[in-house]
């Protein structure tokens, strides 16, 4: 039946079966403390498991405790998770644990309206955290349980919020007796491994079942989607160095990449990108370092990579502080992802 009714126990069975068999070692795996819980989740969104592993030990190692992540600060935040990317998470969890620890003496609130209300934490994030820690029947919609469930159920809606909920509701009205925490976990699972975007169906546990594949329209689910194509930004970043330190300039505190550490850099959509040397008493050399190139969620960048030296004292409005800085200090600073990767190209 296409629509929201609820998935047939023999289907489940299946998939709980499926699930046993197939689910991925992770180190987070049948953790039932929210705080870890809360921390794989966000650094799971938007990134693979493989890379996220190394960081969540790390920073487990480092903040073992939602207190010990509370009286943190924004610089060993940013430090932990450079190179994760979308860097508003870090800063959302900071603010996120400071918020449970002053409203809820550190414990992770129980149910989806008090958890909505922390810093950073969303639909999603909300019902992961309250099925897996607490095993709240709570639904826990990402991309992958959308893919997999407007597939099995035909959802004809295009906008992305009905699917969503129409998704949600299936998930509410699958669980059965089986434990919600890992009947979320499997939804999930089963759209990474298996309903992928370009699956071979036959060896799904809902195969005899799935209505966009018994109807050949696999592909078309779900609906509604469309291609995005990426606005590019070109740019040149500056490698300006002086004795054995390298000029980096802090982010603003708020907005894209807040608070981290950077090579300078012009943008040819920044405001006057002609007059952008002589504002900061640049004077670029003849040494180009090659080309970085990284994709954010709205835009891609590339950018040419070139020495550069101060022909007076450093002076910006874009950037809220500049350090000359060593190679220890800079291993001890955030820094985005395409900065390490022009750093690297640099030599530095
Ligand atoms: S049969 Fe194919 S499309 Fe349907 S849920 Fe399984 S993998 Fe996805």
């Known amino acids: 039946m296409p629509g929201t009714s609820a998935i047939d126990h023999r289907a489940m069975d299946h998939l709980m079966r499926w699930f046993d068999m197939h689910q991925r070692r992770m180190p987070w795996r049948g953790e039932s403390d929210p705080y870890r819980i809360w921390i794989s989740e966000v650094m799971l969104q938007q990134t693979q498991v493989a890379t996220v592993v190394p960081y969540y030990q790390k ?11 509370a009286e943190s600060n924004t610089e060993s935040v940013m430090e932990l998770w450079q190179g994760l990317g979308y860097y508003s998470r870090a800063g959302n969890l900071l603010l996120g644990a400071r918020y449970i620890c002053d409203q809820h003496q550190g414990h992770f609130p129980q149910t989806r ?3 909505l209300r922390i810093p950073g934490v969303g639909e999603y994030i909300a019902g992961a955290v309250l099925s897996i820690a607490f095993n709240y029947p709570e639904p826990a919609v990402d991309g992958n349980v959308i893919r997999v469930l407007s597939r099995l159920r035909a959802i004809s809606e295009s906008s992305p919020s009905r699917i969503r909920r129409a998704v949600a509701d299936i998930v509410g009205l699958s669980y059965w007796e089986f434990e919600p925490r890992w009947v979320n976990q499997a939804w999930m699972e089963l759209g990474a491994l298996q309903c992928i975007p370009h699956p071979a169906c036959t060896p799904c546990p809902f195969a005899t079942v799935c209505m966009a594949f018994s109807t050949g329209k696999v592909a078309e689910y779900p609906l509604g989607k469309k ?10 970043i500056y490698i300006v160095r002086r004795d054995n330190r390298i000029l980096m300039v802090k982010r603003p505190a708020a907005g894209l990449l807040a608070n981290l550490w950077e090579l300078p850099n012009v943008f040819d959509d920044d405001q006057d990108p002609s007059s952008f040397l002589e504002r900061h008493n640049l004077t670029p050399l003849s040494v180009s370092y090659g080309t970085v190139r990284h994709a954010y969620s709205h835009f891609k960048l590339t950018c040419e990579v070139r020495a550069a030296e101060l022909s007076g004292p450093w002076q910006s409005d874009r950037w809220v502080d500049h350090r000359w800085m060593s190679n220890t200090m800079l291993a001890a600073v955030g820094k985005p992802k395409l900065h390490i990767m ?3 190209k640099s030599g530095f």
């Open 59 to 69: 920073w487990m190692r480092r903040f073992p405790t939602i207190h010990s992540l």
């Open 113 to 115: 309206q008090e958890a």
């Open 227 to 236: 291609k995005k194509t990426l606005p590019l930004k070109r740019g040149i």
């Open 342 to 344: 022009a750093l690297r």
